[in-house]
């Protein structure tokens, strides 16, 4: 059952003041947390902690990232209504129910089986309709469907794979939390066909971007 009341929508309201407070200044990610149902993308027995700036496990030895970081990536990726985006790591599907608030037409990569069916078919029961869900391994990206206008990592990378680099736009972004424990966040932008301008976040905690072995 898909219960959401105005008591949801009040603590939405106040996760989205506190993240403004942290922040966050894209008045579209903003109301994106204030419109997402996230008591929803957790098991119910955690809902008293959906609404809180916290991450969160979500099975599967994953977590659903904590709302500010959501936002703040989310941010970094300047969204524009249309916009191609792939995202790595779909896991619970809040970072890509942001993207496709934002409007975006968004492809999602996720690597563990159990969390790609689940989340395939949890989101279309809210309405979000992300253009495609792949379960496979995102350090390839998704060269079939490149260029991209962005693409986000939401899981941590040792190091920046080459495959998402040569799939942006010329003008396009890369947002990905790169090293171990914690992850840098790092913004490139790709300024021409070999040149990449590199920005640095500070610090966040992700769990680990897993390479396949096969
Ligand atoms: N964006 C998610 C965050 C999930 S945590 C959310 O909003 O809930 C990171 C996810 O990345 C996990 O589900 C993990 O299984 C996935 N992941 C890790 N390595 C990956 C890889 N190489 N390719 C695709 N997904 C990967």
Redesign the pocket.
């Known amino acids: 059952m898909l219960n959401d009341t105005h008591k949801h929508k009040g603590m939405r309201n106040q996760l989205a003041n506190v993240l403004q407070r942290k922040g966050i200044t894209d008045a579209a990610v903003l109301e994106a947390v204030r419109n997402i149902p996230r008591h929803l ?1 957790m098991d119910s027995s955690f809902e008293d902690h959906a609404y809180q700036d916290k991450a969160f496990p ?1 099975g ?1 030895g ?4 904590q709302p500010f970081t ?1 936002a703040f990536q989310s941010q970094l990726l300047q969204v524009k209504p249309g916009d191609k985006i792939l ?10 129910a942001m993207l496709v608030k934002l409007k975006a037409r968004v492809y999602s ?4 089986l159990e ?1 790609f069916k689940k989340t395939s078919r949890f989101l279309p029961k809210l309405g979000i309709r992300p253009k495609q869900m792949i379960f ?4 390839k990206g998704l060269p079939e469907e490149a260029p991209f206008d962005s693409i986000i990592v ?2 941590g990378a040792p190091f920046i794979p080459k495959p998402l680099m040569a799939q942006l736009k010329i003008g396009g972004r890369l947002v990905i939390p790169v090293g171990s424990d914690p992850q840098i966040m790092t913004l490139l932008v790709r300024t021409g066909e070999k040149e990449f301008e590199k920005t640095t976040f500070g610090e966040f905690r ?7 072995k096969n």
Not at 87 to 96: A, D, H, M
């Open positions: 993308f979500i599967a994953q977590t659903i990232s959501v995202e790595i790591g779909t896991g619970s599907g809040y970072q890509c990569i996720e690597r563990q969390l496979g391994d995102g350090y939401t899981a992700f769990v680990p971007m897993l390479e396949d």
